[in-house]
């Protein structure tokens, strides 16, 4: 059974510090997805990474590819309150996509 | 543009009654997910479409669930009868898969339900 597991589950920090989640997992995946979920809403796509130790950048947000294409961080820089959310990681191997159980994050004013 | 519609938001009903939730996709897109979120399980596949066809129902949890899609532009989720512990949230997702990688899925604000 192929498993995404995420940490922390759970993250609770002040307005302007750093963070970093992962996805871990012990297949190999074609392509990582991360999406985020606001409260009442459903998830949004943030970013898709498909080659192994791709980096992507997305304003305060980088985000890595492991190597061997088996992981991925989400690094947040100065946080705000607005990136408060779920942040689910999901990857996909022949069209079936597994999905993680997210990190809930709060961001504190 | 409009995003993918599910209705209704939020539903209450009691044990044993029939539920039937809607999906009208993003027009266009012909892949059609149905998914239900708890915070034990996270994001759980139901079934999903392709061009209208059931492609993989395996993640519907037993016989009292049920989905269609009759054209591309609307889905059904119907549960007979309705139990407790289908109480989660109910997401529908739609895409438009390009080539061997994962596409984007685009999803519903969702619809909340809760069986007393």
């Known amino acids: 059974t192929q498993l995404l597991e995420q940490s922390p589950q759970f993250l609770s920090i002040q307005e302007g510090e750093n963070l970093t989640v992962y996805c871990n997992s012990s297949?190999?995946?074609?392509?990582l997805q991360w999406y985020r979920q606001e409260p009442g809403e459903g998830p949004v796509l943030l970013v898709t990474?498909?080659?192994g130790g791709e980096v992507k950048k997305l304003k305060r947000l980088t985000f890595q590819f492991g190597d061997a294409r088996k992981d991925s961080s989400l690094h947040i820089t100065a946080a705000q309150p607005g990136d408060t959310g779920l942040y689910l990681c999901?990857?996909?191997?022949?069209?079936?996509?597994?999905w993680g159980l997210g990190t809930s994050l709060a961001v504190n004013p | 543009d409009a995003g993918v519609i599910q209705s209704p938001r939020h539903e209450v009903t009691e044990m044993g009654q029939e539920v039937t939730l809607r999906c009208k996709p993003i027009s266009g897109h012909d892949y059609l997910f149905w998914y239900r979120q708890t915070m034990m399980r996270g994001l759980e596949l139901l079934i999903y479409f392709n061009n209208n066809v059931p492609i993989d129902d395996s993640g519907m949890p037993e016989d009292r669930f049920s989905a269609k899609m009759p054209n591309a532009s609307f889905s059904t989720l119907k549960i007979q009868p309705s139990e407790p512990r289908d109480s989660a949230v109910y997401f529908c997702?739609?895409?438009?898969?390009?080539?061997?990688?994962?596409?984007?899925?685009?999803f519903g604000e969702g619809s909340r339900l809760t069986v007393l």
């Open positions: 297949s190999v995946f074609s392509s």
């Open positions: 990474v498909v080659t």
């Open positions: 999901v990857a996909g191997n022949n069209r079936k996509l597994i």
């Open positions: 997702a739609s895409s438009r898969l390009r080539g061997r990688s994962t596409g984007e899925l685009f």
